[in-house]
């Protein structure tokens, strides 16, 4: 049972270019990023869009609680120039409007969230708006390593899907006990050890589909927009045609990767795919709303590693139980709203709200607090 969210309220106005005003620029027409996998980076997009139509948006700032900045900084570096502006014109112009703001002069900006997912965002913010924000909640895939963000308070949400995962037979793909051929799905970039050890080892195994993507150009079309003679080229498929693969596989493998969380997770879920989490250190969005071991399965790093470890017996044995893999799967289908953005009656933007709020209340207005403290409260 979700408890009641509070009030917030969403700047607008001339400097705060909606996702659509921005995605109607020339650089992101080109680019066409929510047909492709760099659509991962955009949950700035899903947040916006979900919280413009949220049931708790109030237009009197009197009565909000909480304060969503709708900056969209990696969207709006993609635009590039547009309409007799450029990104760090635009990047000022919020700014200038969150400084001249009374609600955050109020509180110094500590009742104000944001997001921005993209390890690369100082450059995108610019130092200016990168010193403002430092106060303000920032939503994250995960805790960003070092000093990549300027905000002591964190709180981690999903990645954003493809726009192809949002289509209307998407809640069929996740329809219990459908006929799923393939027992096991990855295909990725080897960057480590658990990664290489699962091609090695189950690569070109029946019912699997695990491939690795050594060559560059390879790594290049399953991270970013392709052409079809590109793709034809290494031999790889498309992110459409890789999902395809998803939707009829029984367990999708999600092992660490640069960083332990995934896209991966969230795109396996949309599929109806069971996700085997290979981390030892990633959580799902949402712990404490979001029960993910009744539809995941987790094996430490180090276990995967070890010859004598069988991950295809595992997974074969859960297959066979009938009764424990439907339940899986029903988890699975009941669970999705909670964790996609783009699932029909998706709860994620009030999720977000929950932790927003907890972070407020316990973290960025406690001046004693530490950034860990910060990130340990805003998970919860």
Known sequence: MLEPTVPFFMYEGPAFPSPDALLACRGLKRLAPLEEPMAQFYAEMGLHRSLAIHPQRTREPSKASLFYVPVL????????????????????????ALRASPHWQRSNGTDHFWACTCVMM??????????????ATHAVHSVPRGHASPSRCQMAIPYLNPAFTAVSEASRWREPGRPRPT????????MNRVRASLVKLYGGQPAHVVEAAHPSTAARCNLNKCSAKALAKVGFPSQRAHFDEMTRTTFCLVPVGDSPPSSRLYLAIAAGCVPVLLSDGFEGAFPSRVPWRDFSLRFEESTVKLKAFNLTAKLLTIAADSERLLKM????????????????GSRVATHTLELALKAKRDVCIAPAASAQDGVQIAYA
């Open 183 to 190: 027992l096991a799905h990855f295909r990725g970039r080897i």
């Open 122 to 135: 100082r450059s995108m913010l610019t130092n200016e708006l990168w010193s403002l924000l430092s106060t």
């Open 73 to 96: 900084p990696h969207l709006d570096q993609d635009a590039g120039g547009c309409n007799g502006t450029g990104h760090r014109m635009r990047m000022a112009s919020v700014a200038s």
């Open 329 to 344: 799967q029903r988890a699975l289908q009941a669970h999705a709203a909670d964790v996609l953005w783009e699932a029909p």
